[in-house]
């Protein structure tokens, strides 16, 4: 039974792999000329927002910050938290670096969002949508110690275990991410697309690679393609 519970898994991973979405996420009740138009309707960020931000980086004056509010409601709904109770600001890097790249502050409910980010990931909402869940996950994921208790393939198994236990609180975010996603109303195509774009794909020319923190993209990406194959077997079996 495991041996073929296994095998729907290979099987429910490599679905999502080759699948292509043709239309992105539609926002509820806004018009077909997409929400990049609503950009620009946002007050501008205030740089007085309580939480330390890395000095490599320093605050950006940036409309864009109102689209960036309102992929964010609906996930923040979905994790059980008030929208309004979080801010999400943008910033660039100090030294001319240009990368795909977000930090939280979780205590002061603070968001960061490099301006590379938004340019990059303004025309892809999902992908925009997973960063943005990535960063909320940090607030209420699973023990990462318990990842590897799951039910897994061997491949599966043999890229978590290269991993240190700070690596794979990545993980265990980018999990928690997908499931907020779900419940946001994401379907679990547009998840894995959205992280093979950022991790793997078009993206990954300027996400930040592997550190002694962050596993390799591709590494992160092809584990959130086997957590979701395993998700979207047990939407199936319901």
């Known amino acids: 039974m495991k041996t073929f519970l296994r095998l729907l898994s290979v099987l429910a991973a490599a679905y999502l792999s080759f699948f292509r979405l043709s239309d992105r996420h539609p926002p509820p009740n806004v018009p077909a000329r997409g929400i990049s138009a609503y950009a620009a309707v946002s007050d501008l960020a205030s740089t007085s927002s309580g939480c330390a931000l890395d000095p490599n980086f320093e605050p950006v004056f940036h409309t864009a ?19 309004d109770s979080y ?4 910033m660039q890097d100090r030294r001319g ?13 603070v968001i960061w969002l490099s301006v590379t980010a938004w340019d990059r990931l303004s025309d892809n909402e999902p992908a925009l949508a997973l960063l943005l869940a990535h960063e909320l996950a940090h607030a209420d994921h699973r023990n990462p110690a318990l990842l590897k208790n799951d039910p897994m393939t061997d491949a599966e198994r043999h890229l978590l ?30 998840i894995n697309q959205a ?5 793997a794909d078009g993206g990954a020319l300027a ?5 002694q923190t962050h596993p390799a993209g591709r590494d992160r990406a092809n584990l959130m393609t086997f957590y979701l194959g ?9």
Request: overall charge positive; charged content about 20%.
């Open 65 to 83: 910050r109102g689209q960036v509010q309102w992929v964010f409601h609906d996930l923040a709904l979905a994790a059980g938290n008030d929208p």
């Open 87 to 90: 801010s999400i600001e943008l």
């Open 97 to 109: 670096y240009r990368a795909i790249n977000a930090m939280t502050c979780t205590a002061s409910r």
């Open 161 to 190: 275990g290269q991993l240190t236990l700070r690596q794979l609180e990545e993980i265990a975010a980018d999990h928690r991410a997908a499931d907020l996603m779900v419940l946001a109303g994401y379907s679990i195509a547009e």
């Open 195 to 199: 992280s093979r774009f950022i991790l």
């Open 207 to 211: 996400f930040s690679g592997a550190t």
């Open 230 to 238: 395993r998700k979207m077997l047990t939407q199936f079996s319901r």
